[in-house]
């Protein structure tokens, strides 16, 4: 089941969280600077696994921290321009074959709930209403709590039903 909440996602009892950004992402802005400050290790660990991985648009990797700490990186953007470190948009195509990729991830992890943002939206560039279709027909399925925050609220607790 899908819910449309409003909160600051850092503070879901989710299960798993899950987020767009690019291939070597700097991590330098919205939800994946405050992931980033939140979880050092995770930025670098992510950026080892695109050297070691080469992964592309569409592809997700999944991060585990202490405390059972989970994050979905979504990779819904086009890698970073080298030449002036500008990250690349996101495509709707990316973000169905991303969201695809989640499914995977969630099922092989068996995550009971997921929390994520209004995906590629940002920094990604999509419309809203672009990218919720996907969301409904990729994670609508599913038999647990999704949590999708459309209203950033910073420091609010989000009303997550189900968990």
């Known amino acids: ?37 939140e979880y050092p290790v995770m930025h670098k660990d992510f950026h080892h696994w695109c050297h070691q991985h080469n992964p592309e648009p569409g592809d997700a990797w999944m991060w585990g921290g202490a405390n059972d700490v989970r994050i979905v990186n ?25 969201l695809r990729a989640l499914v995977k991830i969630i099922a092989k992890e068996n995550f009971t709930s997921i929390a994520l943002p209004r995906l590629a939206t940002g920094v990604g560039g999509l419309d809203w209403e672009q990218v919720w279709p996907l969301i409904e027909d990729n994670l609508g399925g599913l038999d647990i ?7 950033y609220r910073p420091g609010q607790k989000a009303e997550e039903s189900g968990l």
């Open 1 to 37: 089941m899908i819910y449309q909440v409003e909160g600051d996602i850092l503070l879901s009892n989710a299960h798993a969280l899950a987020h767009g950004l690019s291939i070597n992402d700097p991590m330098n802005k919205g939800l994946a600077l405050s992931l980033h400050n």
């Open 74 to 98: 979504l990779i819904t953007q086009q890698g970073v321009d080298s030449h002036d470190h500008r990250l690349g948009k996101a495509t709707v195509a990316n973000v169905n074959r991303a």
């Open 145 to 151: 709590p999704v949590y999708v925050y459309s209203v």
